[in-house]
């Protein structure tokens, strides 16, 4: 599964927050969506799923056009939003039982997936519980439950790192991995940038609504002269340098 | 402290006209006043049945009576940050807490004025003499500043003896009915004096329980959002959800139709806080209309603007569904949030339809009695589904 943005901008009003955004995210691959607060991580990642319309560009699910078929590209997208949202009405089975109705899954193969991950998140025993009754680190893993459930094939994750305890944060990367391993494609906006150079195949640097980069910490190292530093340092040195100007 | 209090009490008096001008605005006040009107019908006609001497009249005015004292309570417009910045003006809060004291006073007086208004017929029926109506008026007037008093000497800390005190307001509402009125107003007017001359103690000597009086402020400025929430939107309303395991049966008929937008609508309507208590109240006064009454007219008209006024309620349920952004990431097709609200709101019509009319039915089984319920509610159905909720959502969108 390949996703394609191609000269992507948009915004919330008529001023275009992203400008001309161009990356694609290749099967089997995590890839980091890297920036500051108001960098454009959100807007991006809100025109991919589909809650924004762009102003200029495409974006394609291999080859399946947003805007053209949008139930079939939804059908294979599964989205992790930085802030939990849930029904307050529905209990966490019946959010599953949901998922695997949104998503038109085989009920009892789709369970089983979901035993599995809520067994993993140590939620197994909380099946019948309210939103209302959860913390908000538990609510981010309903969320992760319930998007990595799915047979999705490009998964978006928005900042996962907030909120969630280091086992969580441990339990999600591995899931990650699994999910990467079966070819299904992950882009993930993150600024906790260790974690992210630990774990992600390639990256995408925006800064100001800009696309400043896009390739391996490698390549930015060659690309900025940087040897042996990280991706922290490469990230900082581009942001000050763009405020400077 | 004034100064607090006069400024709060600005703020609170114009948030209170704000939200009544959604209530008073909506046309559901004009459907509410129909309703008023119906149960004011039924209790004229059953007043009409009423003699003289009846063994139960006397329960029924203590009963009533007794209620009324509680109708009152503190209006403290105290928030949460108070604890912390007006703990050091803890040595006045009296002037306050004295500006607090009237407001409540004055205020519950109105509920009891409705109270006293719609039980006269009854007092003068049973004791043909106003004088004597009056100083039972008058009484539970007194005992329901005594309990506000009371509900005041509760947020010092100290023992208190508020269980007692309302047990001795209720005793001598009981006196003044059963016995002597003239004992009963004595007796409370007693009571009343030496409660407000322990205030002023406590006042002075007592130390005063910010977290508890906090609460009992927010308690009640939730009940008023709650109110408010029946017809507008209140932004700080906290969602009291409810498994209501008993109304499987009604979630699993509701979603029939078995879709995404269906699940949601049916559990959201059923088991959120506001909606699935108001639909239930709403079932259970219409009920009781349809089940005395002898009236087809009154039965038939008052079954469809039940049906009418749950409908206009639970519709709001699309606002919720709508704003939580996975129904558009999810891939289902958007379209169909309407046609499935309205597949929801039809079977919600049929199960007030079937029950109003059967309740209907155990008072007046005659042909015109279904017909004419059955005739309205397909009416009152017509006008829901093809005039007033496709209306409300295409407001909604826009």
């Known amino acids: 599964m390949t996703l394609s943005i191609e000269h992507l901008t948009g915004g919330y009003t008529q001023t275009p927050v992203i400008k001309d955004i161009n990356f694609d995210v290749k099967n089997g691959e995590l890839m980091g969506l890297i920036g500051l607060n108001g960098a454009g991580k959100s807007t991006t990642i809100n025109h991919i799923i589909g809650l924004m319309q762009p102003m200029k560009g495409k974006i394609l699910l291999d080859g399946v056009d947003l805007w053209q078929q949008p139930e079939e590209y939804k059908s294979k997208l599964a989205y992790i939003p930085e802030m939990p949202i849930l029904y307050d009405e529905l209990t966490l089975r019946e959010h599953i039982e949901l998922t695997i109705k949104a998503y038109e899954m085989n009920p009892t193969q789709a369970w089983k997936t979901a035993n599995e991950l809520l067994k993993t998140f140590r939620l197994d025993n909380k099946l019948d519980w309210f939103p209302a009754n959860f913390s908000k680190g538990m609510r981010q893993k309903v969320m992760i439950v319930c998007a990595f459930m799915t047979n999705a094939e490009l998964f978006i994750v928005d900042e996962p790192f907030l909120g969630l305890d280091p086992l969580a944060i441990d339990d999600l990367l591995n899931v990650i991995n699994e999910k990467k391993r079966s070819g299904a494609s992950i882009l993930m906006s993150t600024h906790v940038l260790d974690t992210a150079e630990k774990y992600c195949d390639r990256f995408a640097l925006l800064n100001e609504g800009k696309l400043k980069a896009v390739g391996t910490l490698n390549d930015f190292q060659i690309k900025y002269q940087a040897p042996q530093q990280s991706l922290n340092d490469i990230y900082l040195a581009i942001a000050k340098c763009d405020r400077h100007e | ?398």
């Not at chain 2, 004291?101 to 006269?120: D, E, H, K, Q, W």
């Not at chain 2, 006196?175 to 009963?184: N, T, Y």
């Not at chain 2, 139709?257 to 639909?279: A, C, E, H, V, W």
């Not at chain 2, 709101?345 to 049929?350: E, F, G, T």
């Open chain 2, 1 to 398: 402290m004034n100064e607090i209090w006069n400024d709060r009490s600005k703020k609170y008096q114009k948030m209170i006209l704000k939200y009544l001008r959604y209530v008073l605005n909506d046309h559901l006040v004009l459907a509410l006043l129909f309703f008023v009107g119906g149960l004011g019908l039924a209790y004229s006609n059953w007043l009409k049945t009423l003699e003289p001497g009846l063994w139960y009249l006397k329960p029924l005015l203590f009963l009533v009576l007794g209620m009324l004292t509680m109708v009152g309570q503190p209006i403290l417009l105290l928030e949460e940050p108070d604890k912390i910045f007006l703990m050091a003006q803890e040595k006045n809060i009296q002037i306050y807490l004295k500006r607090s004291i009237r407001r409540s006073l004055f205020s519950a007086m109105l509920p009891l004025l409705v109270g006293s208004v719609l039980i006269f017929p009854l007092l003068a029926l049973e004791f043909h003499n106003l004088l004597v109506v009056g100083i039972l008026i008058f009484s539970t007037l007194i005992g329901l500043f005594t309990n506000i008093l009371t509900d005041y000497q509760m947020l010092f800390y100290g023992k208190n003896l508020k269980l007692i005190k309302q047990v001795l307001v209720i005793a001598l509402i009981g006196i003044g009915v059963a016995f002597s009125p003239i004992l009963g107003v004595i007796g409370l007017i007693g009571i009343f004096i030496f409660n407000l001359s322990l205030l002023g103690k406590i006042f002075k000597q007592g130390s005063f329980y910010w977290n508890k009086a906090i609460k009992v402020e927010s308690n009640r400025m939730n009940r008023l959002y709650h109110f408010f929430s029946l017809f507008t939107t209140v932004k700080n309303i906290q969602p009291r959800v409810k498994r209501r395991k008993y109304a499987d049966g009604i979630i699993n008929f509701l979603s029939r139709k078995d879709t995404t937008f269906t699940y949601l609508y049916s559990r959201i309507i059923i088991r959120s806080g506001s909606q699935g208590n108001l639909m239930l109240r709403l079932l259970l006064l219409g009920a009781l209309i349809e089940g005395f009454s002898n009236e087809i007219l009154l039965k038939v008209l008052i079954g469809a603007v039940t049906t009418y006024l749950i409908v206009i309620q639970m519709v709001d349920v699309y606002r919720p569904v709508h704003e939580n952004i996975f129904v558009r990431i999810y891939p289902i097709n958007i379209e169909n949030q309407e046609k499935d609200l309205l597949s929801v709101m039809k079977r919600i019509i049929l199960i007030s339809a079937i029950f109003l009319t059967a309740i209907g039915l155990i008072s007046n089984h005659s042909l015109e009695f279904i017909l004419g319920s059955v005739m309205a509610q397909l009416a009152i159905a017509i006008v829901l589904l093809k005039w007033f909720v496709p209306r409300y959502i295409k407001k909604l969108k826009n």
